[in-house]
């Protein structure tokens, strides 16, 4: 069985490490699901779609997460492709997943770069960063496929005002893992999988991945008991739970406790989405007072008009003079 990965081919996954099967009457308590969302469609930036994953869940369930946009899946005719203009942030972190296109990143602090298939870009707003997230000229004269998923992490008080910082990990970073039976492919972001650790490094603990299931194929994961658990559905259709509730594209699953959970894809899969694609979020809560205004999160409705008065007085930086 050949799959195709962003940026990666595994001719046979039957060679990658195989994530352990929790074990049944050994204790551990698998994950119900408590609720399945459906995203809204809206637009952001210039005007590129958008599916809004966490829409309609009170942010005490998402703890220690904030908001997170499926962006595409859509193919651009030439001249189409759109991204953002310069923005602020400040105490919080934004964490872009491209699985499909390229996106570039920069930001006033010198970080940035091009991300492609794959490859994520991890930004840490912390104390007051201004950006920008904008397809490569090339890619706006060709047009072309543009598919990804941007999160946003909060970060606690006492990292809110940390220096500002950049991670690029590349596709080929991430930890690869299969299931069992070697009919799902994991690739591990951040935090870690029974041992499997991707790159990514976080001021909350947090689990991020990416697992891509063959029709019919389950996927039962051992899940940090200290965490929450999600899983937003990229692409394809399938089950979550060991009640098999029924879930497919644009559509979030939030669990209950427990050290494990499971996901399955459907027999059948529609030909523009051969495999069930899902993103499996977990975080430890932060339990603190957020106030959310716009690009700031901060804990109080005072710190979030502070960072507005920043912005406008230019307290947050320039853009840089090459960039303008």
Do not use: C
């Amino acid at each position: 069985m050949e799959v195709d990965v962003p940026a990666l081919t595994v001719p046979d996954l039957t060679v990658l490490p195989r994530l352990p099967e929790p074990g049944v009457g050994t204790g551990v308590t698998e994950r119900s699901v408590r609720r399945v969302t459906t995203a809204p469609r809206g637009f952001e930036g210039e005007g590129f779609p958008v599916r809004r994953a966490f829409q309609g869940v009170d942010l005490a369930d998402l703890d220690p997460f904030i908001h997170m946009d499926q962006m595409g899946e859509v193919e651009y005719a030439p001249g189409e492709p759109k991204g953002t203009s310069w923005h602020p942030h400040r105490g919080f972190e934004t964490v872009t997943y491209i699985i499909d296109g390229t996106f570039e990143h920069a930001d006033n602090h010198g970080g940035g770069g091009m991300i492609t298939n794959g490859d994520t870009q991890w930004m840490t707003a912390g104390g007051g960063v201004l950006h920008i997230e904008r397809p490569p000229e090339a890619l706006v004269a060709s047009g072309g496929l543009f598919h990804g998923l941007q999160l946003w992490v909060n970060l606690p008080r006492a990292q809110k005002w940390v220096h500002p910082r950049y991670q690029d990990l590349r596709a080929g970073q991430a930890a690869l893992v299969t299931s069992p039976d070697a009919g799902a492919l994991v690739r591990v972001i951040a935090g870690s999988l029974a041992g499997h650790a991707g790159p990514g490094s976080t001021y909350t603990p947090m689990t991020m991945a990416h697992a891509s299931l063959e029709p019919g194929a389950r996927l039962h994961v051992p899940w940090d008991r200290e965490q929450n658990a999600l899983a937003y559905v990229l692409a394809g259709s399938g089950y979550a739970g060991a009640e098999q509730r029924p879930v497919t594209t644009g559509q979030l699953v939030l669990f209950g406790p427990g050290e494990s959970l499971r996901v399955a894809a459907a027999e059948t899969q529609d030909s523009r989405h051969p495999r069930l694609e899902v993103v499996l979020l977990g975080g430890r809560p932060i339990r603190e007072p957020i106030a959310w205004g716009g690009p700031f999160v901060m804990n109080t409705r005072e710190e979030v008009l502070d960072a507005f008065q920043d912005h406008s007085k230019g307290r947050l930086g320039a853009i840089p003079a090459d960039r303008v």
